[in-house]
């Protein structure tokens, strides 16, 4: 069975279209934390964050059911849905945060986000880190250092270093801050001598996919300082930090106190449902919109509206947020634990329910296949979580936010028989 | 109430954020062709394509909640709901369709098929009409001429003029066919001198935006030879045309003739959720794939496939091809015995259920406030409608599939009545 599925996979879907899990996991049924194999097996899911409130809550999926059978169509003509949402929406950012688009993923919000900047500042200039990833559209794919073979990137593109909690400034002649504001400036200097000027610097704020470095209030403030005097804005990307999921705040923004002119959203946004979106200041959505035609056809539709508010008011009603403070404490805690019996661990960190463990070996050489090994074993084991960061030797552990303290003892006792049994270099 | 909503809508969404109808309608419920307003006054649907088979369709709804209930996940995990559907979808496509990349909206999947078009041909330049639109990405946006206010166009794109069914080329020297094509010709010729090269023709076979001139089957061939000759592939944008749309075909490019390489389709797709695809041949996801890596969080869920494949069962079952083929010629029939008594009424075409009249006055000269405000006053008669063509002087008719041979008896009784009562500078 499984081998077949593979294979009309691979000639439906082209080949390179990659699946995790080196023996893929074919899944049916999912509820809450958990999913459900063809063969009735059951696994613990400690890495989706689309279904941020649970695989198929039943609150959402009946607000979708209830506007699908009443009405869905497009915000050419009127609707309350779409008000109603961005008006709870905008309530949850800080004060500067005025208007909204709906689109239907992260990729679209990412991309219109760049021309916000861009109409907003007559700028072209993008700031990124080398391993960050923003969407897969055309603009917005080349954001990702490394991933595009031919025409090559745009020369309106820098990337600067993905910061490290590691600090391997061992010198300790600059923090980790400075370093950053240093590599940000001389990107700044390379866009103004090229011509195109700094337009943004697009971060996630949590620095997901870099591996979420543990980093301080205040981190990106000079860098920050730096991108606003040569003209530029900043674009938060909280499509993986956003809606909670930190537990210490609503917004990965808030957490490293960045107030960002423009936010994207998308993933967790409706569980599931397509939708994501980008919220700004009332000053720059009149010049994208002056500057550019933009309609979406799906994007806000009442479906869509209807999914999403489902989705806060489940996060709001059973204090998610709350949650995954206390759970991501606990299993914090756990892995701290579990440093003590294995030194592979170098570091444990992260936030609410967004957190992992790096591994490395002697002087800090990253264990990036024994990483992969494990989280190969832990699917064996039928615990879901990946790997990342700029060297793919950190755990990423991002559940639905319904994750409970026994969900925790149950990934924390299935790492620590996996981590016995696979052998380690170290 | 309208007021409040409107300023409520411009404070949150942003101004220059388009309605249609000066007085924009407030839609509240939906069901087959009808929409209700919010005070219960019910309109005849004559716009909307993406309810494809009929607004709130039970079969559809009930496939969402079905699947939103058991499973809703991405596709790095296996699962049959997406080879399922993408077997059907390119069973209805030439055999040259192989493969599929499913994706959340029309825009995305265009802003893939200009990738599959580089990867696979190694060039940058891209042909499309002056009239056209291709959706909203920061690289597809660029394809809508005179879209785009600041940062220019990309210098990879060149525009030809939209072929036109009231045959200006008065001479007959050349046919609208040969004019195309010479058109082509001489942007091919500009794309090499600029060192760009020929990437692809991107068109809507039915050249729906262009205001669907009446066209002969072939009349693509030299076009495309051309750009083929040149090392360059040809996409077709399925997004208006597709599905069945215009009664004869499934497709908008088997009515004009045309073998494309890549297709894309969008809107209709599942009857308002946000699904769209680009479909191509082995070879040339292949080229895709190897050069750029691509993932689509939504595209291709469970929940979106149930409801593209729900929206293919209603499709098939009703015979809604059929029904168009049938209730399109009607209602053609109508609207030309409306062209007896109306002499404003220039050229009435269209094919299936998507058809219109084109308003001209003496000379051909386009009477496009004339047909606005035939729009308008039919909306106030509860018939909805638009216009659309290089002038916007063709009535743009393209209702949900099941609309009846008495739903057009309601649309033409309407339009005779508004066109006695608007008064014609003709």
Chains 1, 2 share one sequence.
């Not at 077949?4 to 899990?21: C, M, Q, V």
């Not at 993008?126 to 490394?146: E, K, M, R």
């Not at 980790?176 to 866009?191: D, M, T, W, Y």
């Not at 009332?282 to 799906?298: L, P, V």
Request: proline share 4%; net charge neutral; charged share 20%.
């Amino acid at each position: 069975m499984t081998e077949t599925i593979i294979e009309k996979r691979a000639r439906l879907l082209g080949p390179n279209f990659s699946t995790f899990y080196k023996n893929p996991v074919h899944i049916v049924r999912g509820e809450g934390v958990w999913l459900w194999d063809n063969d009735g097996e059951k696994y613990l899911d400690c890495y989706n964050n689309v279904p941020h409130v649970g695989h198929c809550h039943p609150h959402v999926v009946e607000a979708i059911t209830k506007q699908a059978k009443l009405l869905n169509t497009h915000t050419r003509y009127l609707h309350e849905g779409i008000l109603d949402y961005v008006e709870r929406l905008i309530s949850k950012h800080h004060e500067g945060i005025e208007s909204a688009i709906m689109v239907c993923s992260g990729s679209e919000a990412n991309d219109i986000a760049l021309r916000m900047a861009e109409a907003q500042t007559g700028k072209k200039g993008i700031i990124v880190t080398d391993s960050t990833y923003h969407g897969n559209t055309s603009a917005v794919s080349q954001l990702s250092y490394g991933r595009n073979a031919i025409g090559g990137v745009g020369d309106h593109i820098r990337y600067v270093r993905t910061p490290n909690s590691l600090s391997d400034n061992k010198d300790n002649s600059v923090s980790e801050a400075e370093h950053f504001a240093q590599n940000v400036k001389l990107a700044i200097g390379s866009l103004e001598e090229s011509g195109h000027g700094v337009s943004a610097l697009l971060i996630c704020p949590y620095f997901a996919n870099e591996g979420f470095p543990t980093l301080e209030y205040g981190f990106l403030d000079k860098a920050v300082r730096q991108v606003r005097s040569a003209g530029g804005i900043v674009i938060a990307d909280e499509v993986q930090p956003g809606f909670g999921r930190l537990g210490t705040n609503w917004w990965g923004y808030q957490k490293i106190g960045l107030i960002p002119e423009v936010v994207t959203m998308g993933k967790p946004m409706a569980n599931g449902h397509p939708v994501a979106s980008v919220v700004t200041s009332a000053e720059i959505i009149k010049s994208f919109r002056q500057a550019f035609g933009y309609f979406n056809t799906f994007g806000g539709n009442p479906v869509s509206c209807a999914a999403a508010a489902a989705t806060l008011d489940v996060i709001e009603k059973d204090k998610l947020t709350e949650n995954a403070l206390s759970v991501g404490d606990y299993a914090l805690n756990g892995l701290r634990e579990l440093k003590k019996e294995f030194p592979q661990i170098k570091q444990v960190r992260g936030s609410g329910l967004f957190f992992g463990a790096e591994m490395c070996g002697k002087d800090n050489i990253p264990l990036t296949q024994y990483a992969e090994k494990i989280a190969e074993k832990m699917r064996e084991k039928r615990v879901l979580l990946s790997v990342l960061g700029p060297n793919r030797n950190t755990l990423k552990i991002r559940p639905p936010m319904v994750f409970s303290k026994s969900n925790a003892d149950h990934l924390l006792d299935t790492l620590r028989s996996v981590m016995k049994e696979v052998e380690c270099e170290f």
